[in-house]
Structures are given as structure tokens and as C-alpha cells.
């Protein structure tokens, strides 16, 4: 198992996974590095190059979802001291924006199937969900999308 | 929001190359540190681990130790203390032995087993009682009641059975458990 043919063939796509995940280009970084890593220590080999991205996938998710669960707890602040920061660096893309608006597994499904051209059925197989549960949450992505897309203009 | 729009947006999260570079740097470096340096919380577990194992081990044994002690202390510190203590328990077994009754309760076999228990064994009079140090448990002295005996009364720390006209009862009392049955005139 080459671990750089690996990583250059899937490095761009986990990374855009943990950006959406984390919102920020310092925490989608040290959650691709952590999923990179998991890879080293991945003894079986994969059956195909379909395999291994939806192993990192789902890898990448995974620590995503822990370390939002991390941040909340351990970072959590107010409001009111929130205002007082200076603005996060965050990207002027207004679409971008919108999709950030979404809940953390919304988003990825739109960007699985959006951008990554996953299908409902190959989704569901990976993470072990219902088709149908997935289709009801894609359906209320595009709901979300729109409506906040109508509120903002 | 149109779907080219949307990929648009994603397609400016890409990493650059720099990026790039910089992450599988740091990927390659810890992968070539090995298993405990790459992975200082399992190192830390593991320490964690050892030292409660470490700490089960040797304070039970502490306290033990510390309950000897001064149960050795309370039962007379001076050597004439304990020569006094010999004196007296090699009559109550003289005349425990020259008991009939004891015969029939303590055999061979039964005294065998009460002795890998440590029991210690001895009569206020009125009674007579073989004890179990360290053990609080009913059952740990059954073995030596008659068989005839049969259960009159029971609670969580005591029982007492009818052994013919007698009435014997085994109790747990202070950490110990004692068979307590009354002394034959």
C-alpha cells in the first residue's frame, strides 16, 4: 500500500470533506492529517480505488464528527465574547456561506452528491443508512438551501 | 442556487499545493516515529494502566498488612503475652478435646478443614465458638454442624438451627464469622 499514490489521489477530496465539516482550513487540515494516518495503520488491503475513498470517507467523517463534539465541549463560548473577536477567516463566497448554514451531515451529503457525484444508494452502503432516510435529508438540504437562499433576498 | 454555482463554491475549498505538501509532511513524519511516539495517548493510557494495576496490587496488600498489625498489637505485644495466650489455648484444647460432644462436631476431617480457614477456636464458659477470621460468610462454617441440625431462624447476619435440644447459631460478628453453639457441662 503506497501511502503518497493514496494520498495524491484522494488528498483534495477529504480535505473539501473536512473544510465543510469544520468550517475552517486549520481543523480540516489536522483532520486530514489524522485521516491520513489512519490509513497507516490500515493493515488489509483495499479492493478498489472506489473502496479506498469511501474508507477515508467515512474515516474523515467520523473524526470530523469528534472533533466537533470536542469543540463544543471544550471551546464552547458565548455569544456576547464571540461578537468582541475579530472575524474568523472565513470565505467571501456567498454560496459558500449558504452551504455553511446547513447541519454538519446535510452538508455533506450535498457535497457527496453534488459535488462528488455520489449516488443516494452507494451513500447509504457507506454509512450504513437507509436510502430513504438520505433522501428525505438531501430533500431537506435543497429545502434549506432554497429557503435561505428566499430569506436573503 | 444553481448546482455549477455550488461546485464553483466547494471547488475554491481545494488545498493548494503548498498545503498539500505541508500536510503529507507532517503525515510522513509521524509515520516515521514509531507506534508510542506516534501515539502519545496510548503511551499515556498505558501508563495510566500500569499505575492502577500497580496500585491494586500493592495497596490491598498494604492495608493488610497494616491490619495485622494491629490485630498482633491488640492481641498483646509482649512476648509474655503470648506465652500466656499459648498456655491458655493448649488447655482450651485439652479440654475441648476431652469433650465428647466437640469429638462428634470437630472430626479429623472437619478440624482439617477449619484449619486451612484459620479458625480460631475457644469457650467463654457458657459457650463454645470456632471462628473464622476474615470471612463473613454463613455458609464458611457449615460443615460443621450435625446433620440433624435444621434452620429455625435466619437474617443477613446470623443464623440459628436446632440441634436436639440445642440451639446453635452461626453469625458474622465484626468481620469474623463464629459458630456459636453452647459449651456440654
Not at chain 2, 502519545?40 to 492502577?52: D, H, I, S, T
Not at chain 2, 491458655?88 to 479440654?95: D, I, L, M, T, Y
Request: net charge negative; glycine share 4%; aromatic share 6%.
Amino acid at each position: 500500500m503506497n501511502i503518497e499514490e493514496i494520498y495524491l489521489r484522494h488528498v483534495d477530496t477529504i480535505y473539501r470533506l473536512c473544510h465543510i465539516y469544520l468550517k475552517n482550513p486549520e481543523d480540516a487540515k489536522d483532520a486530514t492529517q489524522s485521516t491520513f494516518e489512519k490509513l497507516l495503520v490500515r493493515k488489509e488491503p483495499f479492493e478498489s480505488v472506489e473502496h479506498e475513498k469511501a474508507w477515508l470517507i467515512v474515516c474523515a467523517s467520523n473524526l470530523c464528527k469528534n472533533m466537533l463534539k470536542h469543540w463544543y465541549r471544550s471551546k464552547r463560548t458565548d455569544v456576547e465574547e464571540m461578537a468582541a473577536l475579530p472575524a474568523k477567516e472565513t470565505p467571501n463566497d456567498e454560496t459558500l456561506a449558504l452551504l455553511y448554514e446547513l447541519d454538519d451531515e446535510l452538508r455533506r451529503l450535498v457535497y457527496l452528491v453534488y459535488y462528488e457525484g455520489y449516488r443516494i444508494n452507494e451513500i447509504a452502503r457507506m454509512d450504513g443508512i437507509n436510502e430513504s432516510t438520505l433522501r428525505s435529508r438531501l430533500a431537506r438540504a435543497r429545502e434549506q438551501l432554497k429557503l435561505i437562499m428566499e430569506e436573503e433576498q | 442556487m444553481t448546482r455549477k454555482e455550488l461546485r464553483e463554491a466547494i471547488d475554491t475549498l481545494t488545498p493548494d499545493r503548498e498545503t498539500k505538501r505541508e500536510m503529507f509532511l507532517a503525515i510522513e513524519e509521524k509515520a516515521s516515529k514509531p507506534a508510542l511516539v506516534r501515539w502519545p495517548k496510548f503511551r499515556r493510557a498505558a501508563v495510566v494502566a500500569l499505575a492502577v494495576l500497580l496500585l491494586a496490587v500493592a495497596v490491598p496488600g498494604g492495608i493488610r498488612f497494616v491490619i495485622q498489625a494491629r490485630d498482633s498489637i491488640a492481641m498483646g505485644g509482649s512476648d509474655v503475652k503470648s506465652e500466656e495466650a499459648d498456655i491458655v489455648s493448649a488447655c482450651q484444647k485439652e479440654a475441648v478435646a476431652a469433650d465428647v460432644n466437640t469429638e462428634e462436631v470437630f472430626s479429623a476431617e472437619n478440624i482439617d478443614v477449619a484449619d486451612e480457614l484459620k479458625t480460631a477456636e475457644y469457650d467463654d464458659g457458657e459457650f463454645q465458638i470456632v471462628e473464622i477470621e476474615g470471612v463473613e460468610d454463613l455458609d464458611a462454617l457449615i460443615h460443621l454442624l450435625p446433620e440433624e441440625a435444621s434452620i429455625i431462624e435466619s437474617e443477613g447476619t446470623f443464623r440459628k438451627y436446632k440441634v436436639g435440644e440445642e440451639i446453635w447459631e452461626i453469625r458474622i460478628e465484626r468481620g469474623n464469622t463464629r459458630l456459636i453453639r453452647p459449651l456440654n457441662q
